[in-house]
Nanobody, 127 residues
Framework: EVQLVESGGGLVQAGGSLRLSCVAS????????IAWFRQAPGKGREGISC???????HYEDSVKDRFAISLDNAKNTLYLQINNLKPEDTAYYYC?????????????????????WGQGTRVIVSS
Protein backbone atom coordinates (compact mmCIF):
# COMPACT_ATOMS: atom_id res chain seq x y z
CA GLU A 1 0.00 0.00 0.00
CA VAL A 2 1.36 3.39 -0.96
CA GLN A 3 1.85 5.73 1.97
CA LEU A 4 2.64 9.43 1.85
CA VAL A 5 3.73 11.54 4.80
CA GLU A 6 4.05 15.29 4.47
CA SER A 7 6.04 17.61 6.71
CA GLY A 8 7.51 21.09 6.72
CA GLY A 9 4.46 23.24 7.21
CA GLY A 10 4.21 25.97 9.80
CA LEU A 11 3.64 29.63 10.46
CA VAL A 12 5.61 31.93 8.20
CA GLN A 13 5.63 35.65 7.59
CA ALA A 14 4.70 36.96 4.18
CA GLY A 15 7.74 37.12 1.94
CA GLY A 16 9.38 34.13 3.57
CA SER A 17 10.08 30.67 2.17
CA LEU A 18 9.24 27.11 3.07
CA ARG A 19 10.23 23.70 1.82
CA LEU A 20 7.62 21.04 2.20
CA SER A 21 8.55 17.36 2.12
CA CYS A 22 6.61 14.21 1.33
CA VAL A 23 8.10 10.80 2.02
CA ALA A 24 6.60 8.13 -0.18
CA SER A 25 6.69 4.39 0.38
CA UNK A 26 4.98 1.23 -0.77
CA UNK A 27 5.17 1.58 -4.54
CA UNK A 28 5.35 -1.79 -6.24
CA UNK A 29 6.55 -0.27 -9.49
CA UNK A 30 9.34 2.18 -10.31
CA UNK A 31 7.07 4.30 -12.50
CA UNK A 32 4.96 6.69 -10.48
CA UNK A 33 3.89 10.30 -10.39
CA ILE A 34 3.64 12.43 -7.27
CA ALA A 35 1.85 15.74 -6.99
CA TRP A 36 1.27 18.62 -4.63
CA PHE A 37 -2.20 19.98 -3.99
CA ARG A 38 -3.45 22.54 -1.53
CA GLN A 39 -6.74 23.39 0.06
CA ALA A 40 -7.35 26.83 1.50
CA PRO A 41 -10.03 27.44 4.12
CA GLY A 42 -13.45 27.26 2.52
CA LYS A 43 -12.10 26.35 -0.91
CA GLY A 44 -11.70 23.25 -2.99
CA ARG A 45 -8.52 21.24 -3.40
CA GLU A 46 -6.25 22.86 -5.96
CA GLY A 47 -3.48 21.19 -7.93
CA ILE A 48 -0.06 22.86 -7.83
CA SER A 49 2.49 20.66 -9.58
CA CYS A 50 3.42 17.08 -10.31
CA UNK A 51 6.56 15.16 -11.19
CA UNK A 52 7.04 11.68 -12.55
CA UNK A 53 9.68 9.22 -11.41
CA UNK A 54 11.48 9.79 -14.73
CA UNK A 55 11.58 13.54 -14.20
CA UNK A 56 8.71 15.01 -16.20
CA UNK A 57 7.29 18.07 -14.45
CA HIS A 58 4.15 20.11 -14.78
CA TYR A 59 3.14 23.30 -12.96
CA GLU A 60 -0.19 25.01 -12.91
CA ASP A 61 0.19 28.43 -14.49
CA SER A 62 -0.82 30.28 -11.32
CA VAL A 63 2.20 29.03 -9.33
CA LYS A 64 5.03 28.75 -11.85
CA ASP A 65 7.03 31.73 -10.62
CA ARG A 66 7.15 30.97 -6.88
CA PHE A 67 6.89 27.19 -6.52
CA ALA A 68 9.46 24.54 -7.36
CA ILE A 69 8.90 20.80 -7.21
CA SER A 70 11.67 18.23 -6.98
CA LEU A 71 12.01 14.52 -6.35
CA ASP A 72 14.85 12.69 -4.68
CA ASN A 73 14.38 9.16 -5.96
CA ALA A 74 17.07 7.77 -3.68
CA LYS A 75 15.19 9.02 -0.63
CA ASN A 76 11.69 8.55 -2.12
CA THR A 77 11.04 12.11 -1.05
CA LEU A 78 9.13 14.81 -2.87
CA TYR A 79 9.78 18.46 -2.14
CA LEU A 80 7.95 21.70 -2.75
CA GLN A 81 9.93 24.89 -2.39
CA ILE A 82 7.69 27.92 -1.96
CA ASN A 83 9.25 31.36 -2.15
CA ASN A 84 7.85 34.82 -1.47
CA LEU A 85 4.96 33.39 0.50
CA LYS A 86 1.72 35.34 0.48
CA PRO A 87 -1.22 35.22 2.89
CA GLU A 88 -3.29 33.60 0.13
CA ASP A 89 -0.89 30.63 0.23
CA THR A 90 -2.37 29.73 3.62
CA ALA A 91 -3.72 26.22 3.17
CA TYR A 92 -3.27 22.56 3.92
CA TYR A 93 -0.75 21.14 1.46
CA TYR A 94 -1.17 17.55 0.38
CA CYS A 95 0.92 15.20 -1.66
CA UNK A 96 -0.80 12.70 -3.87
CA UNK A 97 0.51 9.82 -5.94
CA UNK A 98 -0.38 7.21 -8.47
CA UNK A 99 1.31 4.87 -10.88
CA UNK A 100 2.62 6.44 -14.05
CA UNK A 101 2.22 5.31 -17.62
CA UNK A 102 4.56 7.37 -19.75
CA UNK A 103 2.64 6.60 -22.93
CA UNK A 104 -0.23 8.64 -21.56
CA UNK A 105 1.82 11.55 -20.25
CA UNK A 106 1.41 13.26 -16.91
CA UNK A 107 -2.06 13.15 -15.41
CA UNK A 108 -4.15 16.27 -15.05
CA UNK A 109 -3.87 17.90 -11.63
CA UNK A 110 -7.33 16.80 -10.62
CA UNK A 111 -8.17 15.12 -7.36
CA UNK A 112 -9.70 12.16 -9.16
CA UNK A 113 -6.47 11.38 -11.03
CA UNK A 114 -4.60 10.32 -7.89
CA UNK A 115 -5.45 7.32 -5.77
CA UNK A 116 -3.07 7.84 -2.86
CA TRP A 117 -3.03 10.83 -0.52
CA GLY A 118 -1.14 12.03 2.49
CA GLN A 119 -2.72 13.62 5.55
CA GLY A 120 -1.48 17.10 4.71
CA THR A 121 0.72 19.70 6.32
CA ARG A 122 -0.61 23.09 7.30
CA VAL A 123 0.94 26.33 6.08
CA ILE A 124 -0.12 29.63 7.61
CA VAL A 125 1.25 32.84 6.15
CA SER A 126 0.89 35.95 8.28
CA SER A 127 0.80 39.41 6.75
Amino acid sequence: EVQLVESGGGLVQAGGSLRLSCVASGFNDDAYVIAWFRQAPGKGREGISCISSDGNIHYEDSVKDRFAISLDNAKNTLYLQINNLKPEDTAYYYCAADYYYSDYGLPALERTEFDYWGQGTRVIVSS
